[in-house]
């Protein structure tokens, strides 16, 4: 059955990579990402496939912008039954020079971005008695990270509001899940080895138990599953894409 799909994030990456595999899946997607023209181009592109697709520059740490936008996803697609929320920055900095106000924006967009956008999508899987709310995590929430502090405190966040939503949600038909990626080959992540924060991703990769870096497709068929009829039975649950990194 089709739903309506909100994936935030989706300009690039991981949120790209959900965006254009719960499309093929048949669902009515909006992909949502501060880069409105990268939005609206990757939703153009699913456009020129015959696919149903909307894009949206939102930038999900402003909740008046959030909820405005969620409203504009109902008005041209309808309710809304999955979220994915991919949007999240990620900082290389050493504890000790951590500025309070880096520390709140990687809170604002990674943890209270995705609590804003599932209160806003809630109210119409509720109605409709049926939901599936995705979260991307990060595996340095499970292990820690040198020099990610803040990133990996906003991930645990994220796991840990997963678990709340899904035992508050369950018995409206909703599930609540977070998969948590290790190495995967994002322009983030290629962004921050360019900027000197990251010694590489083919550096890493070699030493991933799997052999190589992950891909948005990988952690998009993870969420495919997720979001199906088929994962029901599935909630509250953290999904380690990860290679073997974490286990």
């Known amino acids: 059955m089709s739903r309506v799909a909100v994936i935030t994030g989706a300009a690039s990456g991981i949120g790209l990579g959900v965006a254009r595999q719960l499309a093929a899946d048949g669902h009515l997607v909006a992909l949502m990402d501060r880069n ?31 909820d405005a936008a969620f409203g504009e996803v109902r008005a041209e697609l309808g309710p809304i039954g999955i979220l994915v929320t991919s949007a999240g920055i990620e900082s290389f900095t050493p504890l000790t020079d951590i500025t309070a106000e880096r520390w709140d924006q990687i809170i604002a967009v990674n943890l209270t971005g995705t609590f804003a956008c599932a209160q806003a999508a809630v109210p119409d899987m509720v109605e409709a008695g049926w939901g599936r709310i995705v979260t991307v995590a990060s595996s340095s929430a499970q292990s820690g990270a040198p020099n990610m502090t803040h ?50 991703v083919d550096v890493v990769a070699p030493m991933v138990p799997l052999g190589r870096a992950g891909t948005p497709d990988d952690i998009a068929a993870a969420c495919s599953f997720l979001c199906s009829d088929g994962g029901s039975y599935v909630t509250g649950q953290i999904l380690g894409v990860n290679g073997g990194m974490y286990i």
Not at 161 to 188: F, W, Y
């Open 151 to 200: 990133y990996a405190a906003s991930k645990g966040g994220v796991i840990s509001l997963t678990k709340a939503l899904a035992v508050e949600l369950a018995r409206s038909g909703i599930t609540a899940n977070s998969i948590s990626p290790s190495l995967v080959d994002t322009p983030m992540a290629r962004a921050a080895e360019e900027a000197g924060d990251f010694i590489g």
């Open 36 to 66: 409105g023209p990268g939005a609206e181009a990757a939703a153009a592109e699913l456009q020129q496939q015959g696919l149903k697709a909307i894009g949206l520059e939102v930038d999900v740490s402003d909740r008046s912008r959030v």
